[in-house]
Nanobody, 115 residues
Framework: QVRLVESGGGSVQPGGSLRLSCAAS????????MGWYRQGPGKERELVAN???????RYADSVKGRFTISRDNAKITVDLQMNSLKPEDTAVYYC?????????WGQGTQVTVSS
């Protein structure tokens, strides 16, 4: 029943911007944290940014000052504005939603940053 749909991924040149959006449906539980994670080629999945129920953000050091996370509790969406993108940002980006017992994941959306 739970479904998370990510959108906004694509290819962009270094220094460019993208905005990722995650829309959740079939939610029958209270949501605490919502966030974005990524997995680059040959790397483990890592936290990019998340936000608690009140919208307080937390960012990985590698994206501070460049990315901004936001959430809408009414629409059950979480967005990630990505500016000044670098080649090392290339990864599959996953939306994660925290239920009281587990994290639900989206299918992922590819972000490629190259010249």
């Amino acid at each position: 029943q739970v479904r998370l749909v990510e959108s906004g991924g694509g290819s962009v040149q270094p220094g460019g911007s993208l905005r990722l959006s995650c829309a959740a449906s079939g939610i029958s539980f209270s949501i605490s944290y919502m966030g974005w994670y990524r997995q680059g080629p040959g790397k483990e999945r890592e936290l990019v940014a998340n936000t608690d129920s009140y919208g307080n953000p937390r960012y990985a050091d590698s994206v501070k000052g460049r990315f901004t996370i936001s959430r809408d509790n009414a629409k059950i969406t979480v967005d990630l504005q990505m500016n000044s993108l670098k080649p090392e940002d290339t990864a599959v980006y996953y939306c994660g939603v925290h239920s009281p017992s587990r994290i639900y994941w989206g299918q992922g959306t590819q972000v490629t940053v190259s010249s």
